[in-house]
C-alpha cells in the first residue's frame, strides 16, 4: 500500500513561485510518479509526469518551461517546482504514483492517489 502527502501550495501573485512536494510511504521507488490538478470547474488535467529513476519527463503543453517534476528516491518524495505562475494555473493539485516503467498522461494508469494541496494565484 502507498500513501501520497502533499505540501507547499498556497496563494501567490501572479509571476511568483512554489515549489510542491510529494512524500509517499511505501515503496514508490519503480513507479513512475505523476502531478495532476483540478481546477474548480474544470476535469482533472495531467500536469507532468517523472520516470521512476528520474531521467525522463513529461509535461502538458502550458506548462513547459514553467514547471520542473523531480523526485529525490532516497527521500521517496517528488517535487513540482512552479515559476512564473499565471492566475490559470489556480487549481488544486495531486500527486500520484504510476505505472511502473513508463510514463502516463492518464490518470487511469495511477493506482495512488494523494489528498491535494489548494495552488491559488492571483492576478
Known amino acids: 500500500q502507498v500513501q501520497l502527502v502533499e505540501s507547499g501550495g498556497g496563494l501567490v501573485q501572479a509571476g511568483g513561485s512554489l515549489r510542491l512536494s510529494c512524500a509517499a510511504s511505501?515503496?514508490?521507488?519503480?513507479?513512475?510518479m505523476g502531478w495532476f490538478r483540478r481546477a474548480p470547474g474544470k476535469e482533472r488535467e495531467f500536469v507532468a509526469a517523472?520516470?521512476?529513476?528520474?531521467?525522463?519527463?513529461y509535461y502538458v503543453d502550458s506548462v513547459k518551461g514553467r514547471f520542473t517534476i523531480s523526485r529525490d528516491n532516497a527521500k521517496n518524495t517528488v517535487y513540482l517546482q512552479m515559476n512564473s505562475l499565471k492566475p490559470e494555473d489556480t487549481a488544486v493539485y495531486y500527486c500520484a504514483a504510476g505505472p511502473q516503467g513508463a510514463m502516463s498522461k492518464s490518470g487511469v494508469n495511477y493506482a495512488y492517489w494523494g489528498q491535494g494541496t489548494q495552488v491559488t494565484v492571483s492576478s
Open positions: 511505501g515503496r514508490t521507488f519503480g513507479n513512475s
Open positions: 517523472i520516470a521512476w529513476n528520474g531521467l525522463s519527463t
